[in-house]
Structure formats: structure tokens, C-alpha cells
């Protein structure tokens, strides 16, 4: 009886233990699995990264751990939002980080507020994400925005003098909040026309049609709002053109998030949006991310780090998440929102934050953290010298 008594004391003894280092979840909802992305992977990445260096130093809430769970929504807005509720019914989730697709996520929103769950956006940069009316707003994104992409993207044109702006853009709501975007930008500087825009779909085979409506209309310079391939059909149209007819083209960042071949451009001025790049930089926090993604994903380095901006954006997220977490002091999602607003000085991969978030600013990142960028031969995103780089 005596050792049956002990056995029971030493099984409460076990039961209570794993209850206390029970995992604390960060949910992650994103495009696993879209053909030729790794924009998923890359968010994926930077979180476990993060998780990895936070559970070192003693987790989160008296040594609980943080783990990560993924689900694929392959771009599918409704596979997505039963992918938030699967998530959200995980009492131990967290919070749930969304991927790079824009409309996605913006169909996500009435589900997200409904269940009263902290979205946080690496990547997805369509102004309503955030802008988006309710309160208390559970979004919380650390990207950019597409009026911040327009405020760099147009005037790099002028830069290059090329005034006169193509649009191209897909034709989705991510395409229509670049339009509203640029639309703003010029009417408040002048020295800017849209002489035309065009809209394409992703099922769209080629854009030749599109470009030379653009060229015929007097555009001097392309601005793209596309993904890699969509890019990659109008690399393939400029580069079966003569020289005379190649104009630049300035390009939103959905071309990051996939598989591109840097060789095909180098005969073209192909430029993109960026608001990270770890070539450069010798801060601890760079290189010890540059290191952790050797380590745990085998990337050699740098130069072959995909999508940077998405390890970049939510390796800093998850490091702000969990000092909100700790603030919240548990896991009543509506207090882990509040904290979220309140995170203050935090020394983040990408800068110093003094405070992320306030109850008026649900946008980490601010249009001076954005600038242009171009693909070397080997496929890696470099910035533009800073000579040339937007004023």
C-alpha cells in the first residue's frame, strides 16, 4: 500500500509538472504549399528562430514554452478562415500570424474579430488589413503598407526620370488598394501622371497585351503589383522586345515571396521594394538570425536566405508577442491584445522599437524603414546604392 501511495504522489507529482511547462502555441495560417512560394516559409522561419531564442532564455508565462502550429491555406480565403477557427479553438494558442496574401487575409477579418483573436501580419501589406474599422482592432502587422510602397515605389521613377506611370496591377483587392495608393500619391505631387493602368488576373497566360497598351499610352516606366508569377510572365515579355521598348520597372514585393531566376533580369532595370536586407549588417541580432537559419534550416548565408523580409518581419513579431504574452500575464487573448499596445523599447532585428504598437498605430514599421532593392545574377535581393535610393 505504501509503494502504491508513493507511485500515486510521484504520478500527481509528473501530472502537475507537464501541466507546468504545458506549450504556449503561436498559430501560423499561410500559403504552404502555393507553387514556387516561399513567403510561408520564410514567416514560418523567422518565428521558430524567435521561438527557439525566447525558450533559451526561460519561455514565456514561469518557463512555458512557445511552439509553433502551421496550417496551409493555399491562398484560399475560406480555407484560411476555417484554418482561424480550428486555431482559435486551441485555448493554448496565442495568437495566429497570417502569410503574404493580402485578400486572404482581408476576408479573414470579420472571423478574426469575431473570435476576438490577435492577428499579427508579417507580410500582407493592403492598407485596410489594418485600417480596417473595428474596435478594439485585433490586427497587428509588422510590414509594410501599400501607401508606405507607393511613397517609395513612384518616386524612385522620378529618380529616373520616368514621371509617367503604367500601372499594372493584379486585379484583386491587394491591386485595388495600390491604385487608391498611387491615385493619392500623385494627386498630392504633381510632377507624376498615371498615363494608364491595366488590370491582369492570375490565370492571365501572358502579359504582351497589357505591356504595349501600357507603352503605347506613353508610360516611361512600369509599376508592378504582382507576385513572382506574375513577374515572371512580364520579365519573359520585356526580354522578347527590343531594347528601345524595355522600360524600367518598379515592382511591389509580392515578387519576393517565390522562387526567381536573378539571371533572367540583369538585362532589364527590375527593381523592388524592400524594407529589410541582412547584407551588411553586423548587429548581434542579424547575425545571430543569419546564424540560426544556417543551423536549423541550412542556409549557407545571406545571399541565399529567401524571402528576408518575412524572416525579418516575423522573427521581430514573435519577440514582441512575447513580451506581450508576459505583460498579459496569461493567455485571456483580450488582455494579450491590450498588451500588445503597450510593449515598449524593444531591440529588434530590425530596429529599435520604443513602442511597436500604440492604441492609435497598429503598424510597427513607418515608410522611413522602406526603400528599393534589385536581384543580383544568383537571385539575391541587394539594396539600391544609397545615392540613388528614394529622398
Not at 480555407?79 to 480550428?86: G, P
Not at 527590375?270 to 547584407?279: A, L, M, P, R
Request: proline fraction near 5%; charge should be neutral; charged fraction near 20%.
Amino acid at each position: 500500500m505504501r509503494i502504491i501511495n508513493l507511485l500515486l504522489i510521484l504520478l500527481c507529482c509528473g501530472v502537475v509538472q507537464a501541466e507546468s511547462v504545458k506549450p504556449v502555441y503561436i498559430g501560423l495560417d499561410a500559403e504552404f504549399d502555393y507553387q514556387g512560394s516561399t513567403s510561408a516559409e520564410a514567416i514560418e522561419q523567422g518565428i521558430l528562430i524567435a521561438i527557439e531564442e525566447i525558450n533559451k532564455a526561460g519561455g514565456v508565462l514561469n518557463n512555458r514554452p512557445l511552439a509553433l502550429i502551421k496550417r496551409s491555406n493555399h491562398a484560399v480565403p475560406a480555407r484560411s478562415i476555417v484554418n482561424i477557427e480550428e486555431l482559435a479553438a486551441n485555448p493554448d494558442v496565442a495568437a495566429v500570424f497570417c502569410g503574404r496574401f493580402s485578400p486572404t487575409v482581408l476576408e479573414s477579418l470579420a472571423s478574426i474579430h469575431r473570435l476576438q483573436i490577435p492577428l499579427l501580419d508579417p507580410w500582407a501589406a493592403a492598407d485596410g488589413i489594418v485600417d480596417n474599422g473595428y474596435k478594439p482592432n485585433y490586427v497587428f502587422r509588422l510590414s509594410l503598407r501599400d501607401n508606405w510602397a507607393m511613397q517609395t515605389m513612384i518616386p524612385y521613377a522620378g529618380i529616373k526620370n520616368t514621371p509617367n506611370l503604367g500601372l499594372l496591377l493584379l486585379n484583386t483587392s491587394w491591386g485595388r488598394s495600390n491604385l487608391q495608393a498611387a491615385e493619392a500619391y500623385v494627386k498630392q505631387h504633381q510632377k507624376y501622371r498615371i498615363v494608364a493602368t491595366h488590370w491582369f488576373n492570375w490565370s492571365d497566360e501572358s502579359l504582351l497585351e497589357s505591356y504595349l497598351a501600357l507603352y503605347q499610352a506613353g508610360a516611361q516606366v512600369i509599376i508592378l503589383v504582382g507576385n513572382v508569377g506574375d513577374a515572371i510572365k512580364l520579365v519573359h515579355v520585356e526580354n522578347s522586345l527590343p531594347e528601345s521598348q524595355r522600360l524600367p520597372i518598379i515592382s511591389h514585393w509580392g515578387v519576393t515571396g517565390g522562387e526567381f531566376n536573378g539571371s533572367d533580369l540583369q538585362a532589364l532595370d527590375f527593381s523592388v521594394v524592400q524594407t529589410y536586407s541582412f547584407f551588411g549588417k553586423q548587429e548581434p541580432a542579424a547575425l545571430y538570425v543569419l546564424a540560426a537559419a544556417k543551423r536549423l534550416f541550412n542556409v549557407a548565408d545571406a545571399r541565399h536566405l529567401a524571402s528576408p523580409v518575412g524572416v525579418a518581419h516575423a522573427y521581430d513579431l514573435t519577440h514582441i508577442l512575447a513580451q506581450a504574452i508576459n505583460r498579459a500575464g496569461g493567455l485571456d487573448r483580450a488582455k494579450i491584445r491590450s498588451a500588445l499596445e503597450q510593449v515598449k523599447n524593444y531591440r529588434g532585428l530590425i530596429k529599435t522599437y520604443s513602442q511597436p504598437f500604440t492604441a492609435e498605430r497598429h503598424d510597427a514599421l513607418s515608410p522611413a524603414d522602406v526603400f528599393m532593392a534589385k536581384y543580383a545574377a544568383d537571385g539575391a535581393i541587394e539594396p539600391v546604392p544609397k545615392i540613388i535610393r528614394r529622398r
